[in-house]
């Protein structure tokens, strides 16, 4: 079976066609945000076609269509997506109408974990929990092999629960949100302010005001033996840990799926984790729950776009 | 239809036939927890055959058994409950066989919940939480009309998600738990803090120790008007309201059903938090979410065991 993923972001929008091997042939348009929303359903659409065009398949061999949008789609059917400035616009019946296939729409995290289910570390795993580290906490809670969104579709959002109550301000309007302690720009953070404390730390060959300090410099200090990176990541896995085992505790999931730019930093940070974990287990039977690394890369969210078709058609 | 319910507590067992109006004929029996597994179970089916006997319901006509436990069954079918000393006994297996019907057991937590889906504010709900604020913070997760427990029946421990990472230490092992600051106990302990600085509070007249000060006492103080009071409920409110809109942010529920000794502080309480949430919500479509109190009290625990069974059967 095959289905036409389309993985729309802020900047760019990804299409492929996707069947159960995984992308068939896929590209790219740019999705100029700040246009109208009828120009940019024109430009996925006409990408759509072009790329059907393109392809040796079949029309009717395309089942349906997924789409991942920076946002949600309400049980109405309206999307919502404030980086696009959608309000509330009908993508799931334009695209139905325009391309004559049923379209289904899903959040972009979502379709980062269904991705996973369909072809990364969560094959075969019917109780998940998916978290992205990256500028900010992202995630998905899947249950029963379906993605859990909530009564209004506007749930998943575990970058906000409370952490540090009436901590670290966040974008959201709270105070103390997990993503502010465990995002790949919270390790930046912690990093920064132990440099103030160790002036001979790698970090300053960066420049003296530490602005460009990433998240991949503090990892690689780590693995140097730089104290100040040492004891940045040794409290960023002891927040990452605490928040990791209050989702267990909730959802007891078979497998936690590490995904986003930190991810990367490999076993220094799964050990770390997984072993901080084992000292805070509520139950035995918690300590089946393995934490893996996300393993696609780039191709996440075309193909999440797919599995959402695929999951819902 | 006619289920039996059984409401396995430390102390008592309850036990029910109940339809869909409610209980028909209820009885209690002494659990004595301390006797050894065959002599709690002989006491529970001894007491169902009495009950079933004293009713003028025809056996034939009661569809299944459901057990609420103070602890979980496995997916293997075996039950633990600390308070119990049980490490896995095979009740469902035996009470199946020792009286003839199907029989169903899940956590008395769950159970509650289930009470209020089958017979009280969560009726007609798909998606919802529950909190019950007492000693601890209990809870249960209702998505799609079904109690979330998790991959190996271990999860929705909701009080155990950490809420002030590095805080008042908790029994399960960790720090800054939720229940540690949203539990009926909570308020009294930052009552007590309150008081050490408001040396003319109501609370000294319960005893210059403040040992015998209850959540009651603390609930009549606010309501006078008192200082201390006032200001650990203030505080109070502050927690619960910040970890509702926790569940909110990850779980978007229809209704959030707060139970447990606190929530008899009614509007008192629900007024507060209701626009403490308001203040706090991350996107409009979660301001939709009810906070309501539980409505069954002493009752739940039967109804709730025999939803257990109309559940699973």
Known sequence: MIYLGVDLGGTHIGIGLVD????????????????????????IVGACRDLIEESAVDQNDIRAIGVGIPGIETPSGMSHAKNLAWNGVPLRAD???????????????????????GYGNLKGVS???????????GGAMIVNGKILSGYNHAGGELGHVTFVQGGIPCACGRRGCLEKYTAASALIRIAKEYALRHLNTCL??????????????VVDGVRNGDTACKQAFEDYCEYLSDGIVSFINMLNPQKICLGGGL??????????VREKCRERYFSPLHMETEIVPALLKNDAGILGAAMIAKQND
Chains 1, 2 share one sequence.
């Not at 695209?95 to 289910?117: F, P, Q, V, W």
């Not at 998940?128 to 580290?133: D, E, H, P």
């Not at 300053?204 to 410099?217: I, P, R």
């Open 204 to 217: 300053y060959e960066k420049g003296e005001d530490l602005n460009d300090v990433t998240a991949k410099d």
């Open 95 to 117: 695209m139905s109408r325009l391309l004559g296939k049923n379209t289904y729409i899903d959040n972009d995290a979502h379709a980062a974990a269904l991705a996973e289910m």
């Open 127 to 137: 109780d998940a929990i998916m978290l992205t580290l990256g500028t900010g906490v």
């Open 263 to 272: 991810s990367k930093a490999g076993d220094i940070l799964f050990d770390k």
């Open 20 to 43: 159960e091997n995984g992308i068939i042939i896929q590209k790219e348009a740019p999705t100029l945000a700040h246009r109208p929303y009828q120009q940019v359903l024109e430009t």
